[in-house]
């Protein structure tokens, strides 16, 4: 199939462009680079450009054609979003409807879009199933939230199917090493603690040792990156057999705790990391662990890589590959 992957100069965009020409489909990639890489899409077509920029997106499907598409050029930062709510509207709502009607246009009916946990908010039970009520928090989580209802609606009248994907934690890196996690400024645990251990960060802080957890700290639930990838390609065969739009919790189903993290981390890279003991953050609940058995049975989708250490060894790799590249350029 020809797939159109938005975003697929990012993280995960990245390492669903290579999955994707590794499952022999043909990639067609648009990002506008902001926060993106050009060297990370590693083949198939790839344009420059902006889902606000109606022509590009005219002339994209004019040329390209694709069969599908694949959405994960949205802003994903929680605490940007509270204090710039309305660029996360503008881009995570209206550029997505921009998008949604250059398809409608083209007769491009299946669409793949990358949602998050945050649509869940405070939880009222753990694991998070799909029937969990949906109360996000933050610009966020209401922006996406936002996206689901639109899908729903435009399946209703347009016969526009997708698949909604609700990540918890996408975590580690391609294990050939040639992707991984280049966020700027970045955010993420793993990254975080994984530059402390290298020596690109100075310490790591703990937010929070008072937690109802075994050992007082947050548990979240890691998932990783070629999982998620693996689960994006199981939506798209399921689309593509004939199945109707609904929307899969993708996680590890067990969580690990901010300590379990540290741990793994010190033993991968045999380094130790200076902690700093903070307060706990408002708005940080206890544990966020995923029910992702739906994504399972329905998509018959099968994470391979779910054991802590193998994601951190696999992040730690590309931490190391970046951290020579530094030197390099420094030199």
């Not at 007769?107 to 009222?124: C, L, Q, R, W």
């Not at 991968?268 to 994504?295: E, N």
Request: charged share 25%.
């Amino acid at each position: 199939m020809k797939v159109l992957v938005v975003g697929g100069a990012g993280y995960i965009g990245s390492h669903m462009v290579k999955m994707l020409l590794n499952a022999n489909h043909q990639v067609i990639t648009l990002d506008n680079l902001s926060s993106g890489h050009r060297d990370a899409v590693i083949g198939g077509v790839f344009v420059e450009g902006d889902l606000a920029d109606n022509d590009c997106l005219y002339r994209v499907f004019e040329e390209h054609k694709p069969d599908a598409v694949m959405h994960f050029a949205s802003f994903i930062q929680v605490g940007e979003s509270v204090r710039k709510p309305d660029i996360y509207y503008r881009n995570n709502v209206t550029n997505t409807l921009n998008l949604l009607d250059i398809m409608l246009k083209f007769n491009v009916k299946k669409f793949i879009f990358s949602s998050t946990a945050a649509v869940f908010g405070e939880p009222d039970y753990v694991p998070i199933d799909e029937a969990h009520p949906n109360r996000p928090l933050n610009p966020y989580g209401r922006s996406k939230l936002m996206i689901e209802h639109v899908l729903a609606d435009y399946a209703k009248a347009f016969d526009l199917r997708s698949v909604c994907l609700r990540y918890f934690n996408a975590a580690g890196a391609d294990p050939e090493g040639q992707l991984g996690e280049r966020h700027d400024p970045e955010t993420h645990l793993i990254p975080l603690i994984l530059q402390a251990a290298s020596g690109r960060r100075e310490n790591i802080q703990v937010f929070g040792r008072d937690y109802d957890t075994p050992d007082g700290t947050c548990i979240r639930d890691y998932i990783h990156i070629v999982d998620l990838c693996s689960a994006h390609l199981a939506a798209l065969d399921y689309l593509v057999n004939g199945g109707e739009s609904d929307r899969f919790n993708l996680g590890n189903g067990s969580g690990f705790s901010v300590q379990e993290v540290l741990d793994a981390v010190q033993k991968v890279s045999g380094k130790q990391v200076k902690v700093i003991d903070g307060p706990r953050r408002d708005g940080d609940p206890a544990r966020l662990v995923a029910d992702a058995k739906r994504a399972r049975s329905v998509l018959n989708w099968k994470p391979v890589f779910t054991d802590l250490e193998t994601i951190v060894k696999h992040a730690w790799q590309w931490e190391i590959k970046c951290l020579d590249r530094a030197s390099k350029v420094s030199a």
